[in-house]
């Protein structure tokens, strides 16, 4: 069954045209800036729309819809404009951060569980290519962190074992937004939105930085699209051909990008954050999974 269908919202789409990104899947983008100025041009954006954000001493722009590619080019291109002729000095202090909600709602549950495999596998990887600060921010916690947000994708797996699919009221009541939004994955977007949001990215309307960001996260979602790919699998090619090579096939040229000393051991993090999660699936169907997680990884 496709997320779409879960949640009761219909599928976004493809973009038509590519232009720089990698694949045709729509996201949404949201920029916090801080600003004294109060008077902006957003308002009247083609593509975005002000929206009042209390952790800064200013606003975000927000995406009045989902974008793909040359579509979401020129929106973060136009982004990038808007900003530049806004008044104030520094826009993008520490506390300022972008989030990227990448759509899920084409792809089957099986498909959504790979994607969170890999995003929890190379989450060091992200963190250490984004401005330090970023990292043990208490409004984007790394998965290492939040043993109660593992907690509650260990019940869904277990559910999901156990009946063979998952359903809204699930995913609502474990990834509610109160309790699980400031992670730097956060769940609670899939229920609400039908996206998975990466809320790690420091502030900035750089086009350039946010369209390499964005590819870097779509590099994920098209290998956890690939047929017949599971978590189980994807952690077995690691076995089967190493860490640096899966590294270069899940995010093609964006690899040499997000490469530094030490890279290896960091993916090799993100893998034992990932383990217990991928066991449940070797486990038979039918069971309950979660009496093989030790208690203290289940959170609350």
């Known amino acids: 069954m496709l997320v779409s269908e879960i949640i009761g919202r219909s599928s976004g789409g493809l973009a038509g045209e590519l232009g720089l990104m990698v694949s045709g899947t729509k996201v949404g983008v949201e920029i916090e800036i801080q600003t004294n100025s109060s008077s902006h041009p957003v308002d009247r954006s083609e593509y975005w729309r002000p929206v009042s954000e209390g952790s800064v001493q ?10 793909g590619g040359t579509d979401l080019v020129s929106a973060l291109e136009e982004a990038e404009s808007l900003v530049d002729r806004m008044g104030g000095n520094e826009k993008f202090p520490e506390m300022t951060s972008v989030h990227v909600h990448v759509d899920v709602r084409d792809m089957t549950e099986i498909q959504l569980f790979n994607f969170l495999t890999l995003a929890i ?6 963190y250490n290519y984004v401005e330090p600060h970023r990292n043990k921010n208490h ?19 277990s559910r999901y074992r156990q009946h063979g699919n998952i359903n809204r009221d699930q995913l609502r009541s474990l ?21 998975l949001e990466f809320r790690m990215h420091h502030g900035t309307a750089s086009s350039t930085a946010l369209i ?21 699998n994807i952690l077995d090619t690691k076995i089967e051909v190493g860490i640096e090579t899966i590294f270069q096939q899940v995010l093609g040229q964006y690899s040499g990008v997000l490469s530094y000393e030490g890279v290896d051991d960091d993916i090799l993090d993100g893998i034992r954050n990932a ?21 203290q990884t289940l959170g609350g």
């Open 139 to 157: 409004f984007c916690l790394p998965m290492s962190d939040a043993d109660d947000v593992l907690g509650r994708l260990y019940r869904l797996v």
């Open 58 to 67: 200013g606003f975000e722009i927000v995406l009045r819809e989902p974008q």
């Open 175 to 195: 990834f509610s937004p109160d309790e699980v939004k400031y992670a730097g994955i956060n769940l609670s977007s899939i229920p609400h939105y039908g996206s």
């Open 275 to 295: 383990q217990d999660f991928v066991a449940l699936f070797a486990q038979p169907a039918g069971r309950n999974v979660l009496q093989d997680i030790p208690n």
């Open 212 to 232: 390499r960001w964005i590819n870097v996260l779509l590099k994920m979602h098209q290998y956890a699209m690939e047929p017949n790919r599971s978590p189980n």
């Open 121 to 126: 596998m190379f989450e060091p990887v992200l």
